[in-house]
Structures are given as structure tokens and as C-alpha cells.
């Protein structure tokens, strides 16, 4: 395939440039992902190229001339981080909104991107902040029939419904605000850039000139970015190497629950999440996001078990559920919902081998209550011994929960922070905790929770 006038190769995975058509990128080893795109004049490097090192204490620079700063002269002023309103994002966020920081919030179609970000703009601007939301993809009318439903707005946010990113520059360079809102980088484009909005070369272009406003006026900028069938963000890979911070906003359109996850934070952890629901008037955050779980959970039924799982520092209790039935055909069936299939697999060969239970002759269904997906170790105890009580016909007491690692052997390993999770037990009402022994050995004894320590799995189901 030959180059054509004016164009060029970008892998849609690394923004890899080629002059030719390639099968496998040499950069990022991925195939079938080149494309061809228009290619126009570059612009020549100006003022803006010096912004970031202005940020930098002390900082007039001329052109040409930088000085490096040592790390004493370096200040870190807590008031840099601005609050969302929301504990749930200022968590994920690792504490508030940094000035200078670039946000790319990604997740499907109508999953309530604009509607959080939105609610964040009100907030911000009844904290005295200035905010533009710069929309590219709905008019001014659609925000305000939004904002409605939300609820009063405090304060004077700016809106802005325009896609040429040389007027929103120019924009932000007269308001100066102290939060920008791209709603959504697929839409916005450079004149500089001969190919469509939404391309690699413009996605790539559009956030690098949203990168130096942020970093060289310290404005905090969110990019709202689309996501592919894979669950991505689209557009090249780059893409997520290049801001900060990457949150996904993660739940079934169906469900009212919705999970803000960070899996990029330069400025805290990437273990957090922020547990929302979607209400008539916007999305209401959850603080006990383990009661919310927990809510509506059967009394003495068979196939139900309480476990504890980590999500950064939050312990989160959740609901395991089984059901193992005999199978009326030659080969059983397994179905996993909101943890890994295979790990399912591995703990009932485990049971076949250790305790001699003929699984063989059994279907197994194993289900997350919520929707919650969780593949922490941590939840292994609990689905053996979800799946014996099912098979067993034999309920678990509604007030224990349970929680270790299952090794090969049929071992109960250790787990990490097993002390907290026993708190946010004992917190919701629990009145026996089973885990490994090895934990218990380490752990502070309370006289309001019961603590039994199991080595094997053996043991575990004795306990039934």
C-alpha cells in the first residue's frame, strides 16, 4: 500500500508515525492498527512551548534560556488541590482537584459522564471557583435542560459550545478560569491538522495543546473521552500517557449504581474507587457503599455468603451467591458473573481433589450480588464455601462473613489488611468472622466479633 500526497501511517495504539502501511507496529508490537491520515503543516514552536517550565518557581523566562530548579526551592502548597463537592471523586482524585492537572474522564455512552462533571461544575462554582464547560457535542439548550434536572446552580459557571480549539484557547486566555471542562476530546479539532475530528492525529494534537494550557496556566482541565467496544478510551494509546489522571466511570446502564475508577493518578493512589448512584436529579454519591451492597440480602438461604473485599483502603462487604444443581447433560456447566471464570474453575477442582466432593455431576452458577465485579484473592473462602452450602443445602449464619485465599493444596492464605476488613464487619453488625489463621495471629482482639481462624478449607466447611 502506497503512501499517499500528504499522508501518513499513526498506530492507533501508541501514535506510532509511519511513512507505509505496517502489519504489526515495531513500537508497541500490536497488529492491524495503522491507519491513514491527512497530514498538514506543522506549526512552528512559539511562546506556549515555554509555559510549562512557568509554572516553576522563580520563573521569568527569556527564549532560549531555562534554569533548573533544586528540590528545596520547590514548595507544595495543600490549598493546590481544590474540593469537587463529592468525597467519593476527591478521594479517587487523591484529595481534591491539583491546579495544572489534566482529568480524562472515559466510560460508555450515557453512563453519566456529563452529568457528574456537570454537577462538579456546579459545585465548583458555589465554592467561588470560576469554571467553563466547553461542550462539543451538545448545545447550550441541552446543558441548561440538564442543569435543570439537577438541581439550582450557585454561583456563575460559563458555558461554551464551540470545536475549534484555536477560539477555545483564545477563550480561556479572556476568562481565565480556574477549572476547564472539554466535553468530549472526539469532537474538538486544530486547524493545523488536515484530518477529520475524532482522528488519531487530532486526538493526539488536541490533547497535547490542552496539556500546555493546563500545565503553563495552571488550569485544572477535564477531557471527557469516548470509549471502544474493549472498554478503551478510543483513539491512540498515547492518548492516556499523556494527562495525569485517567478515571473510568463503570456500571450497567440498567443498574443505579455507577464506580468511578482511577487507573492513573500521578498525584495519589490508582486503588480507589467512588461508589455513585443515579437518582432522578443527578448522581448522589454512596459513603457505606457495603450496606448499599448488602441491601435486600435473603435470611438463611443456602448458596449465600458475606465476604470482604478491599477496593484501595476501603473495605467493601459484599454478597457471594451459588447455586449448584445437577446437571442434565453430558458435560456441567459453569458460570461466573463479577469474578474471574477461571478462578471458579481452579476452586472446584480443588474441592474435587482435597475434600472428594464430585463436582462432575453438577452445574455451578456463581454470581456477585449488585453487579459489583471483584477478582481479589481474598474472595476465594467465600466462594468455596458459597458453592458446599449450595450443594450442601446448608445456609451460612446471615451474620458471618468470610474471607482467605485458597491455594492448590486447599490451603487458607493470608490476606492483606485483614484487620480493617474485620472492623467494617463488626461496623455493619457481623458477628463471627472467618478467615486465615495466619491473620489471626496478627490481629487485635475484639470482644463485639467473634474471629475463627481456618488453615485449610477442611476446616472452613466443618464450620457449616
Known amino acids: 500500500m502506497a503512501k499517499g500526497k500528504g499522508t501518513a501511517f499513526f498506530c492507533k495504539e501508541c501514535g506510532y508515525e509511519s511513512v507505509k502501511w505496517l502489519g ?48 528545596s526551592e520547590i514548595t507544595i502548597d495543600e490549598q493546590d488541590r481544590m474540593k469537587t463537592g463529592f468525597g467519593e471523586l476527591d478521594r479517587v482524585l487523591g484529595g481534591g482537584i491539583v491546579k495544572g492537572s489534566l482529568v480524562l474522564v472515559g466510560g460508555d455512552p450515557g453512563i453519566g459522564k456529563s452529568t457528574l462533571l456537570l454537577q462538579v461544575c456546579r459545585n465548583l462554582a458555589g465554592f467561588g471557583r470560576k469554571v467553563l ?16 434536572r439537577i438541581g439550582a446552580v450557585s454561583g456563575e459557571p460559563l458555558f461554551l459550545c464551540e470545536t475549534n480549539l484555536e477560539l477555545i484557547d483564545t477563550a ?35 490533547t497535547n495543546l490542552l496539556m500546555q494550557i493546563a500545565k503553563g496556566r495552571g488550569i485544572a482541565v477535564f477531557i471527557v473521552g469516548h470509549v471502544t467496544k474493549e472498554g478503551v478510551v478510543a483513539g491512540p494509546r498515547v492518548l492516556e500517557h499523556m494527562v495525569d489522571t485517567v478515571l473510568y466511570f463503570e456500571g450497567e446502564r440498567s443498574a443505579s449504581y455507577r ?12 486503588n480507589e474507587i467512588g461508589v455513585f448512584e443515579m437518582l432522578e436529579n443527578g448522581l448522589a454519591e454512596v459513603k457505606n ?15 449465600g455468603v458475606v465476604a470482604c473485599s478491599m477496593e484501595g483502603t476501603r473495605p467493601v462487604l459484599l454478597e457471594v451467591q451459588a447455586l449448584v444443581t445437577p446437571t442434565v ?43 459489583m465485579k471483584m477478582n481479589e484473592p481474598a474472595l476465594d473462602l467465600a466462594i468455596v ?19 482467605g485465599e485458597v491455594g492448590l493444596s486447599g490451603e487458607v492464605r493470608a490476606v492483606s489488611m485483614a484487620q480493617q476488613r474485620a472492623w467494617e464487619a463488626e ?31 477442611r476446616e472452613a466447611i466443618g464450620l457449616l
Open 172 to 206: 480561556i486566555e479572556e476568562e481565565k478560569p480556574d477549572v476547564v471542562i472539554i466535553d468530549s476530546i472526539q469532537t474538538m479539532f486544530r486547524e493545523e491538522i488536515a484530518s477529520a475530528p475524532g482522528s488519531v492525529s487530532q486526538v493526539r494534537e488536541s
Open 385 to 403: 464455601m458459597a458453592i458446599v452450602s449450595s450443594m450442601k443445602d446448608r445456609a451460612v449464619d446471615s451474620k458471618t462473613v468470610i474471607f
Open 289 to 303: 457503599p457495603s450496606e448499599y451492597m448488602l441491601n435486600g440480602r435473603p435470611e438463611d438461604a443456602s448458596g
Open 329 to 371: 447433560f453430558g458435560m456441567p456447566r459453569r458460570t461466573a458473573a463479577g469474578t474471574d471464570y477461571n478462578r471458579v474453575n481452579l476452586l472446584m477442582a480443588v474441592l474435587e481433589k482435597r475434600c472428594r466432593y464430585d463436582l462432575s455431576h453438577f452445574d455451578a452458577y456463581i454470581n456477585i450480588a449488585g453487579g
Open 24 to 71: 504489526q507496529c515495531p513500537a508497541c508490537r500490536e497488529w492491524n492498527t495503522f491507519v491513514e491520515e491527512p497530514v498538514g503543516k506543522k506549526e512552528a514552536p512559539g511562546k506556549r512551548g515555554l509555559g510549562i517550565q512557568a509554572l516553576s518557581q522563580g520563573g521569568q523566562y527569556e527564549r532560549g534560556k531555562v534554569r533548573p530548579s533544586r528540590l
Open 259 to 270: 464506580i468511578i475508577r482511577g487507573v492513573k493518578n500521578r498525584f495519589g493512589s490508582t
Open 133 to 148: 464547560y466547553i461542550s462539543g457535542e451538545e448545545s447550550l439548550k441541552q446543558i441548561k435542560l440538564r442543569a435543570n
Open 427 to 457: 461496623k455493619l453488625g457481623f458477628h463471627t468472622c472467618i478467615l486465615p489463621r495466619i491473620c489471626l495471629d496478627k490481629m487485635k482482639q475484639t470482644g463485639k466479633i467473634k474471629l475463627i481462624g481456618v488453615e485449610n478449607i
